[in-house]
């Protein structure tokens, strides 16, 4: 019985450490377009103030890693093993975030279009919609949860999953009419986020 579990809970680590690899590399790819940026030495200050587009599409993919890798990782620890629906939907999930810096050159090499807001936009709902079939999947399969995770537990990690996908929504059908309204509508994650957090705020799981 406790070799079972041994090697349930190695699966698991196995599952994270290959999770954490793949949003690391997610994170390196997405700083490539500075690094091959051009700078010249005459204009420095012009060529810096050229990279804006690309600086912020960086910064803004780079928050939205970070906050996916932290729910990410919230959810993992809530489980006691991984059955193949976990990793089927932890793979779409990996999916969608080593695919990110794709959408983010591009937004930060055309500026904002209405191209580059759909397909920019489309990969972070899609990143949000998948992080939530993660977990909507293990909560219903208690077998797969800790004993010491509660229904209100659940409801929390369902809610402050779904925050900043709402806030990433409106970027859509805005995309059509006003690329500039679209991404400046991304601020709305920022608000969602926190009322998330604030309304549903987070509690560590017992041993």
């Known amino acids: 019985m406790d070799e079972t579990r041994s090697a349930i809970g190695h699966g698991l680590e196995r599952t994270m450490a290959f999770s954490d690899g793949v949003f690391a590399i997610a994170i390196t790819l997405l700083v490539l377009p500075l690094t091959d940026a051009e700078i010249d030495g005459d204009r420095i200050g012009e060529s810096l103030l050229a990279l ?21 990782h919230n959810v993992v620890d809530r489980l ?13 999930y990996l999916f969608w975030i080593v695919i990110l810096p794709f959408p983010t050159s591009v937004l930060g090499e055309h500026g904002p279009t209405t ?3 759909l397909l920019y936009g489309v990969n972070l709902v899609a ?42 929504i409106p970027a859509l059908p805005l995309a059509v009419v006003s690329p500039r309204w679209a991404a ?24």
């Open 127 to 168: 990143i949000g919609v998948s992080s939530l079939a993660l977990w909507w999947y293990a909560s219903r399969h208690r077998a797969l949860l800790q004993p010491s995770v509660t229904e209100r537990e659940r409801t929390v990690r369902l809610a402050r999953t779904i925050a900043p996908t709402i806030g990433m």
């Open 80 to 92: 006691t093993r991984a059955d193949g629906t976990v990793l089927v939907l932890n793979l779409v």
């Open 52 to 72: 804006a587009p690309t600086v912020l599409s960086f910064v803004l993919s780079f928050a939205v890693i970070g906050r996916y890798w932290i729910l990410h």
């Open 115 to 117: 191209a580059s807001i």
């Open 184 to 207: 400046l509508s991304w601020l709305l994650v920022i608000p969602t986020s926190w009322i998330g957090d604030r309304l549903f705020p987070e509690t560590e799981p017992v041993d």
